[in-house]
């Protein structure tokens, strides 16, 4: 699986949008972009996956650049409930298959 | 809606000690994943089954960790004799095998173990 590089943290006004960016500059191109996030002391949680289109789902948007070096996700309209710790995963789709996850990005929402 | 359970959500055991770990994928689902998250390690990979059988365990100390999926309901991940280094939260995961959707893995809320 290619390897991801994502900010340490980053902070977030409640109600503004919300732009996590990840590089991944050695993706190939059977390779998928997948977003999981984990909130403090749960489970992490699936966001949204691309290819090379951009997506959008009940809960954010993924931005992928033409030559699929990075991606964004957006969180349209940030609440407390968003503060977590983000994580930009690249791997082959088709079959389950294991997750590696690095450090991700921790977004703190603010009032 | 449908979750992973896991129990116990805490446990807290002395060095030496067996420890046993379940999880109960979600129903349908043909693949159950066991993580460990440490603050030094992060979430690691510590096996995976799909259909009950073991497809890789290769991030798992054999020497005294074992999974085992004794039905489709069920997995298991032992800890014996259990060490103050295995102190983490485990989480379980579980997902289609194939198909739409297979790449989506559904966490429970874990497992936090404490050894003495």
């Known amino acids: 699986d290619a390897k991801t590089t994502q900010p340490t943290s980053m902070d977030c006004a409640e109600g503004r949008a919300a732009n996590l960016p990840c590089n991944h500059s050695?993706?190939?191109?059977?390779?998928?972009v997948y977003w999981y996030r984990q909130i403090h002391s749960q489970g992490p949680q699936y966001i949204i996956h691309?290819?090379?289109n951009n997506e959008t789902n009940e809960m954010a948007s993924l931005i992928i650049t033409e030559d699929r070096k990075s991606s964004t996700l957006i969180l349209p309209h940030a609440t407390l409930r968003d503060t977590a710790v983000y994580y930009c995963?690249?791997?082959?789709?088709?079959?389950?298959?294991?997750?590696?996850f690095g450090t991700g990005t921790r977004l703190q929402v603010t009032l | 809606d449908a979750r992973v359970t896991q129990t116990p959500r805490h446990k807290v055991t002395e060095m030496g000690q067996e420890v046993t770990m379940r999880c109960q994928p979600i129903?349908?689902?043909?693949?159950v994943f066991w993580y460990r998250q440490t603050m030094m390690q992060g979430l690691e990979l510590l096996a995976y089954?799909?259909?009950?059988?073991?497809?890789?365990d290769s991030g798992m100390p054999k020497d005294r960790f074992s999974a085992e999926m004794p039905d489709a309901t069920l997995a298991t991940l032992k800890i014996q004799p259990s060490e103050p280094r295995d102190s983490a939260v485990y989480f379980c995961?579980?997902?289609?095998?194939?198909?739409?959707?297979?790449?989506?893995?559904?966490f429970g809320p874990g497992t936090r173990l404490t050894v003495l």
């Open positions: 995961a579980s997902g289609l095998g194939q198909g739409a959707g297979a790449d989506t893995q559904y």
């Open positions: 050695t993706i190939s191109g059977n390779e998928y």
């Open positions: 691309g290819l090379k």
């Open positions: 995963i690249v791997r082959v789709s088709g079959t389950a298959s294991k997750l590696t």
């Open positions: 129903l349908g689902h043909n693949t």
């Open positions: 089954f799909r259909n009950r059988a073991p497809l890789d």
